[in-house]
Antibody, heavy 127, light 107 residues
Framework: QVQLQESGPGLVKPSGTLSLTCAVS?????????WNWVRQPPGKGLEWIGK???????NYDPSLKSRVTISVDKSKNQFSLKLSTVTAADTAVYYC????????????????????WGQGTTVTVSS | DIQMTQSPSTLSASVGDRVTITCRAS??????LAWYQQKPGKAPKLLIY???DLETGVPSRFSGSGSGTEFTLTISSLQPDDFATYYC?????????FGQGTKVEIK
């Protein structure tokens, strides 16, 4: 079965760039599924950041769009998140997650939710 | 953005109780709603998608209903493993948004 594993620095300086990678095992990133990033600030709820298809197509939360880049590396079967100009408000547990889709476009009709999640990685923004 | 509002924020219940959590969307999302369970220090777990479809492997005591703007998650007989926080999430339109969560506590 598909498993996801996040990795990256746990501490980022303010105004710096947060960079995380999600390794996909047990399945190919080049499937009909989309690959997502979700975060959870300490003691708070879940926030969707964005998602990517193996072709490179993306969808981002507009509130983060100017600072976010999600990319895919098919040769390594992994995808990545970069968040620039970070502040303390970006301190959170970051999760990668698979959206199970039965169609390339993955309209709601063809989406079966975020069915596989990584364990999460804590990123703290502090000097 | 579509705002998702869950109620209650906290729920105290006993093992064996029937529990219902409500999620309201600020505009119609048809049936494009998922429910997740999250335990402390763990990643969320998908329970239900498309408002009422049970994810494979999820116990049948969990059920979902609703469409449009009002949805419910019901646990028919609360088990010790069910004490957790539950989130709804809409995937009708971008950006996807989650409810603020409902914590189910032991009474």
């Amino acid at each position: 079965q598909v498993q996801l594993q996040e990795s990256g620095p746990g501490l980022v300086k303010p105004s710096g760039t947060l960079s995380l990678t999600c390794a996909v095992s047990g399945g190919s990133i080049s499937s009909t599924n989309w690959w997502n990033w979700v975060r959870q600030p300490p003691g708070k709820g879940l926030e969707w950041i964005g998602k990517i298809y193996h072709s490179g197509s993306t969808n981002y939360d507009p509130s983060l769009k100017s600072r976010v880049t999600i990319s895919v590396d098919k040769s390594k079967n992994q995808f990545s998140l970069k968040l620039s100009t970070v502040t303390a408000a970006d301190t959170a547990v970051y999760y990668c997650a698979r959206e199970y889709c039965t169609n390339v476009v993955c309209s709601p009709t063809h989406s079966y939710g975020l069915d596989v999640w990584g364990q999460g990685t804590t990123v703290t923004v502090s000097s | 953005d579509i705002q998702m509002t869950q109620s209650p924020s906290t729920l105290s219940a006993s093992v064996g109780d029937r529990v219902t959590i409500t999620c309201r969307a600020s505009q119609s999302i048809s049936s494009w709603l998922a429910w997740y369970q999250q335990k402390p220090g763990k990643a969320p777990k998908l329970l239900i998608y498309k408002a009422s479809d049970l994810e494979t492997g999820v116990p049948s005591r969990f059920s979902g209903s609703g469409s449009g703007t009002e949805f419910t998650l019901t646990i028919s007989s609360l088990q010790p493993d069910d004490f957790a926080t539950y989130y709804c999430q809409q995937y009708n339109s971008y950006p996807w948004t989650f409810g603020q969560g409902t914590k189910v506590e032991i009474k």
